[in-house]
């Protein structure tokens, strides 16, 4: 083997492991509340608790109560950005981000909605 | 509306007949007029199903279930032709319907490949239709709705008249070189193929790529979409096969000069389009809808989209499988630092980095394979892009400056001086201005370097004409694009500050006054804002409101545009605190009165009286409410003796105090009122909350776009045949 080919092969390498590491670093795998709690960046989905939410004028931040379909757990989130359009109306929010000291600090907040998308045709 | 469906049909049938004939034609070339005929008729076919469903939409034919799904009938004209893309069926039609465009364009151009690549273009069509068939947009509905649901708020807007059709203009364009890098591995002839796919893939590069600008450009108007560029695996899936095809197009120019390079090119000519068809099935099959902003449902083609998918693989393997172990390759005998070389670098620059995106993006599903569905965060995508963007700046920085096949140093060396100095000194300048990451400092160098070298070459090349700098134009507009995202992402300052109606509000240079609501015709409602800067003031009117159709808040910022940065106005929420909104609880004797805003109440005597035969008792309370021009005599009371106490309020004249008739306190003759005040207009105070950013040089990303887009077209018309 010529050695170009070696370097070009290492370079390759390198950069699929980089990008290897780096995505198992960044997976974040949805989990329970209570694993939640354990720390790691994470997704937990959940629902609204009605009315909870309120912007904290100090942080400017959104918080929210959500509460764990299967457990029953509720937990505060926190989140550094605009409240989603539909956020009311959500059947279910999904957040990522990392649980820190009592709080859930989302990055990111996912909200779902019944057939966003796609037109509905009356009932058949 | 039979006529659209039996239409679809005869497209079907005719599709069909014309893959059969160019398959009994590539032997010889017999039967390859009958075919190319037979491809018109389909086409044909397909324009009268395309008029038809048009026609529908314009007609208001709530029968057909698209139509019913994505208009209604007050839709202006522009946004009801754009409706016949908004859902996925209209979506298909108008891809296929491309695809005879750009097939004709084809059977005109390919020559001696027509019969071979046209029997592979017909099999996309024949697919795309098989889906189409499935699920068509001229599906009729048991019973006729008088109303239309209306087309989704969010994609009421100009750019998606423009929007998706660039998108599956591009897509289609993909198929080209695909159905030719089949075609010349079908044939092991590989001598035309490059020139015959180069002008098709710079095509899909320039619609593509202007579809994903146009997106991107719309997003950062319309909040609900999130910025211009949110890594969400829609966008993604447009952006892999941009990518692929970019590195597709440099191995084009190497094969066609110098016959290298040409299993790589055949390589990516086919995964691009695979990408195409792998980016719809994770966005359209409804895989991904817990992961993605704007995934759509899943409308049960999930099955057809695979088997299109393996189809592909497999005859796209099948055939390099055989091909590529005999064929002939034209080692490139460069040097490692030469023009050659470093194309050669970009394309594995590119394809990594594209590899990469498509690995993040397909996270959930090969987590869902494997174990724990698992999304990526977005510093994924920031964190692998960054280094990539470092090593592609850095060869655009050398390349123009290099020699084709070997470079003299000594020659180089003059010619880097210039770019290298020009890029230094604005390093610095940008550290200074607040540039303080290094890592961001080191791409910025890159990219100011990147700038200088190509704008040079630029203008030693101008006098041979704009058409041979299409390389640079293009190149310039890639550093501009890395200088727009670095500036507007990185360095965007913003603050979130609450607006008190009426009430001027200080930030920065300017003063805000929120002045209220304002209730627009087509119930898009905006908030209304007075912007005051150096004396001048001007009314603003971001959108803020509550759509029925999505059932969830819409915004649309005020986007204030200058030349260095962009001024963006969001509006986040709207806070109406009712300042009166309270209940209260009076005790009153006789004679005492108390006051609320606006009445002044007093108790004048008990009411008794017997209430029905049962025994029951009513007992009320007679007060004087007085306001300022006359009084008014009310009375609550109470039935007593039944089951339970059932309470009878009043209502004030205002509409908004409702007072009951609680406690009778016999012994001291005092009465207990509850005063139950709704809030009013009057007494809300509304807090609108805003958040102010600036996007520093955010047009430098626009005007790399375009430059990138200027580059390809000229790039098609230097070396189209």
Request: glycine share 8%.
């Amino acid at each position: 083997m010529k050695p170009k080919y070696i370097i070009a092969l290492t370079v390759v390498v390198v950069f699929l492991v980089f990008g290897a590491f780096s995505l198992k670093k960044s997976l974040t795998p949805y989990v329970s509340f209570a694993q939640a709690q354990k720390g790691g960046t994470v997704q937990i989905i959940g629902k609204l608790v009605s009315g909870t939410d309120y912007y904290d004028s100090q942080s400017q931040k959104l918080a929210f109560m959500l509460t764990d379909q299967e457990s029953r757990l509720q937990m505060k989130v926190l989140y550094d950005g605009v409240k989603p359009g539909n956020f009311e109306q959500a059947t279910e929010i999904v957040a990522i981000g990392q649980y820190q000291s009592g709080t859930f600090e989302a990055e990111q907040l996912l909200v779902k909605c019944p057939s966003k998308y796609q037109g509905l045709p009356p009932d058949k | 509306m039979w006529l659209g469906q039996a239409s679809l049909y005869l497209t079907f049938v005719f599709t069909l007949a014309a893959l059969v004939l160019y398959g009994l034609s590539l032997k010889n070339n017999r039967q390859l007029r009958k075919a190319d005929l037979t491809f018109g008729a389909a086409f044909l076919f397909c324009t009268m199903a395309v008029a038809f469903l048009f026609y529908a939409f314009l007609t208001h034919d709530f029968r057909l279930s698209y139509v019913y799904g994505y208009s209604s009938s007050d839709l202006p004209l522009f946004y009801l032709l754009s409706s016949f893309w908004a859902g996925q069926e209209g979506s298909f039609l108008l891809w296929l319907f491309m695809g005879f465009i750009l097939g004709l364009f084809v059977i005109k151009s390919a020559r001696e490949n027509q019969a071979p690549a046209m029997f592979y273009y017909s099999l996309v069509q024949v697919i795309i239709l098989f889906m189409l068939l499935k699920k068509s947009p001229f599906e009729l509905l048991p019973n006729t709705p008088v109303e239309g649901r209306g087309l989704n708020p969010l994609l009421q807007d100009p750019w998606m008249v423009v929007h998706p059709p660039l998108v599956f203009l591009g897509y289609t364009a993909l198929a080209v070189p695909f159905a030719y890098a089949l075609a010349a591995l079908h044939k092991n002839n590989f001598e035309t193929w490059p020139r015959n796919a180069f002008p098709w893939t710079s095509f899909s590069i320039l619609t593509l790529g202007a579809g994903i600008f146009v997106g991107g450009f719309w997003a950062y108007k319309v909040l609900g979409w999130g910025g211009y560029w949110g890594w969400d695996p829609v966008e993604n899936a447009s952006l892999v096969p941009w990518l692929t095809s970019l590195a597709l197009v440099h191995g084009l120019i190497l094969e066609k000069s110098q016959g290298s390079l040409r299993k790589t090119n055949l390589f990516l000519a086919l995964i691009s389009f695979l990408l195409v068809i792998y980016g719809t099935f994770l966005t359209r099959s409804g895989v991904l809808a817990d992961f993605s902003v704007h995934s759509f449902a899943d409308l049960g083609i999930n099955k057809f989209l695979i088997f299109f998918m393996v189809l592909f693989l497999f005859i796209s393997a099948a055939l390099m499988l055989m091909r590529f172990p005999k064929m002939r390759v034209q080692k490139s005998a460069s040097d490692p630092f030469s023009q050659q070389k470093f194309i050669i670098y970009g394309i594995w620059g590119l394809a990594i980095l594209a590899f990469l995106v498509l690995l993040g993006t397909s996270a959930p599903l090969l987590t869902t394979l494997l174990a724990n569905p698992s999304n990526v965060a977005i510093s994924y995508y920031l964190k692998i892009s960054f280094p990539l963007a470092v090593l592609l700046v850095l060869f655009l920085s050398f390349s123009p400056l290099l020699d084709w096949q070997k470079t003299d140093l000594s020659s180089l060396r003059k010619k880097v001086l210039i770019p290298f100095v020009v890029a230094v000194g604005l390093t610095v300048f940008a550290y200074v201005w607040g540039v303080k990451n290094l890592s961001h400092l080191l791409l910025l160098f890159f990219t100011f370097w990147a700038l200088f070298s190509n704008l040079f070459r630029f203008f030693r090349k101008l006098p041979e004409g704009l058409v041979s700098t299409s390389g640079f134009i293009t190149h310039l507009g890639f550093a501009l694009l890395i200088l727009g995202v670095i500036f507007s992402s990185g360095y965007s300052k913003s603050n979130r500050v609450a607006l008190t109606r009426g009430e001027v509000e200080n930030i920065e240079d300017f003063q805000l006054t929120y002045q209220g609501e304002i209730q627009e015709t087509n119930k898009q409602n905006s908030v209304s804002i007075l912007f005051a800067k150096d004396g001048k003031s001007q009314e603003v009117r971001p959108q803020l409101y509550f759509s029925d159709y999505t059932q969830e808040q819409m915004r649309k910022p005020y986007i204030q545009r200058g030349l260095i940065s962009d001024l963006y106005l969001a509006p986040l929420e709207l806070r109406k605190v009712s300042s009166g909104h309270s209940d209260s609880a009076v005790i009153l004797a006789k004679g005492e009165s108390f006051q609320i805003p606006g009445f002044e109440i007093t108790f004048v005597d008990y009411e008794m009286q017997p209430h029905d035969q049962g025994g029951q008792m009513k007992i009320g309370a007679r007060l004087e409410v007085e306001t300022e021009e006359h009084s008014t005599v009310l009375v609550p009371y109470q039935v007593i003796g039944g089951e339970q106490v059932e309470y009878h309020d009043v209502t004030l004249q205002d509409g908004q105090t409702k007072i009951s008739l609680q406690k009778i306190v016999a012994d001291t003759r005092q009465i207990g009122l509850l005063v139950h005040t709704e809030g009013g207009n009057s007494e809300v105070t509304q807090t609108l909350l805003v958040e102010v950013s600036h996007k520093p040089l955010i047009n430098l990303l626009w005007l790399g776009g375009i430059l990138i887009m200027l580059g390809s077209v000229l790039s098609i018309k230097r070396r189209a045949i």
